[in-house]
Antibody, heavy 121, light 108 residues
């Protein structure tokens, strides 16, 4: 079955970087994109950006431009999200999700299990 | 950027009730609207895509409707496993693909 499995929880100090992985299985990795979404404690969902696993094209949320980089490794069907210059308000659960595109419409299915990133001094 | 709002922000309902959640976009998004369900401590799950198409395996009591700026998610007969938070998301044109703030459905 289609599955996304993310790396484990991380604790980082302010100013550090974190890199979260998302390993895909059960489908042709390069036929879909991967989007990243985060959720701060007790808050809603925030779209961070997405990457085409076919050609590596990316699109990032404006508020994260310059701090986030999304990449893929097609040899291992794994997507990565790196966030730099971490602040306390980056504390959140980070999710990856497969982006299904039909003509011009798209939706996220399935989602990874989430990775908790805690930023604390 | 397109802004999404949802109403109500929370509701209390009983098993068997018919529940309706509304989502509104700040501009027309045609039918580029998706609905997700999230239970505590779990990842979101796709329920409805393209405003009214049900994802495979989703119970038939969940339905979506609307186009343009106004959309609705209806749960025909609320079941115990449906107590969760529901998010709409627009996927119109170019990113960002913003989410609504969520509607929490809990037990009356």
């Amino acid at each position: 079955q289609v599955q996304l499995v993310q790396s484990g929880a991380e604790v980082k100090k302010p100013g550090a970087s974190v890199k979260v992985s998302c390993k895909a299985s059960g489908y042709t990795f390069t036929s879909y994109g991967i989007s990243w979404v985060r959720q701060a404690p007790g808050q809603g969902l925030e779209w961070m950006g997405w990457i085409s696993a076919y050609n590596g094209n990316t699109n990032y949320a404006q508020k994260l431009q310059g701090r986030v980089t999304m990449t893929t490794d097609t040899s291992t069907s794994t997507a990565y999200m790196e966030l730099r210059s971490l602040r306390s308000d980056d504390t959140a659960v980070y999710y990856c999700a497969r982006v299904v595109v039909i003509i011009t419409n798209n939706w996220f299915d399935p989602w990874g299990q989430g990775t908790l990133v805690t930023v604390s001094s | 950027d397109i802004q999404m709002t949802q109403s109500p922000s929370s509701l209390s309902a009983s098993v068997g009730d018919r529940v309706t959640i509304t989502c509104r976009a700040s501009q027309s998004i045609s039918s580029y609207l998706n609905w997700y369900q999230q239970k505590p401590g779990k990842a979101p799950k796709l329920l409805i895509y393209a405003a009214s198409s049900s994802q495979s395996g989703v119970p038939s009591r969940f339905s979506g409707s609307g186009s343009g700026t106004d959309f609705t998610l209806t749960i025909g007969s609320l079941q115990p496993e449906d107590f969760a938070t529901y998010y709409c998301q627009q996927s119109y044109s170019t990113p960002p693909f913003t989410f609504g703030p969520g509607t929490k459905v809990d037990i009356k």
